[in-house]
C-alpha cells in the first residue's frame, strides 16, 4: 500500500490532480489502517489533523441524535476522501465514520495537504468541487425528508445503493445494511421500514433473501420512488 502513484483508487478524489512527485511526498508520509467493521475510522466531535482516503471497503457517515438514535448522513466507497471539511474549516468532526465492513485506509497529515493546496491549484479545486458536492447532497436530502413519504425514501434509497455499490452474484444489493441502519437513512423507525420492505416483497419490487434485499423489478420501485 505504499505506492500512491500505482494506486488505481485516487483516481476518484481530488488526488488525481497531483503529479508522481508529489504522490511520492504522500507516500512518505501517509499512515496506513486496517479497520475491522463497525470500527469507527473516526468520531463526532474528534479533531482530524489530514484526511483519509479509502482504498477498500465502505463505510457510514452518521450523527448520533439526543435520543440516541444513530442518523445515517451518507455512505462512502473506495476511492472517496474523508474528513477534508473538518480540515478546511479547523473543526472537529461534526459526524461520526464508521466501518460497514472491513477496510483498508490511509491517512494522510494536514500539513502536506495544506501544502499541495498552495502549490497545485487544480487539487485545490479539486478538494473544493468535493466539498460543494457534499453540500449539494446535503441539500437534497433534507428537500427528500420534507417532501416525500417514507415509502418514497425507501425505494430510492434501495436504488441508491444499488447504482452506487452494485450488487452480488446473487442480484442481492452488495452493500448490507441492518433494518435500523436503513431506517436511520431515510429518517423512520425501524418497525416502518421492515414494514415497508415486506410490502415490496409482496408487491414483487425486491425480494427478501434472509437479511439480504435484492430488486426484482426496478422500473415499478422507480416509480414509487417519485
Known sequence: MSKCEQCIVREFSSLKALNKEELLKVANCKTSYTIKKGEPIFEEGETINGVYCIKEGFCKLSKLSTNGKDQIVKLVKAGELLGQRSMVSD??????????EDMEVCF?????????????NQFSLGMMKSICGDLKESDLHVVSMAQKTVKNRLAETLIYLQDTFGKNADNTLKIQLSREELAGMIGTATESCIRILSEFNK????ELVGKKIAIKDLNKLKKVAE
Not at 91 to 100: M, Q
Not at 108 to 120: A, C, D, H, R, V
Not at 203 to 206: D, P, Y
Open 108 to 120: 494522510i497529515p494536514k500539513s502536506e495537504i495544506l501544502n499541495f493546496f498552495n502549490e497545485n
Open 91 to 100: 473543526e472537529p468532526a461534526n459526524l461520526s465514520a464508521i466501518a460497514l
Open 203 to 206: 408487491s414483487g419490487l425486491i
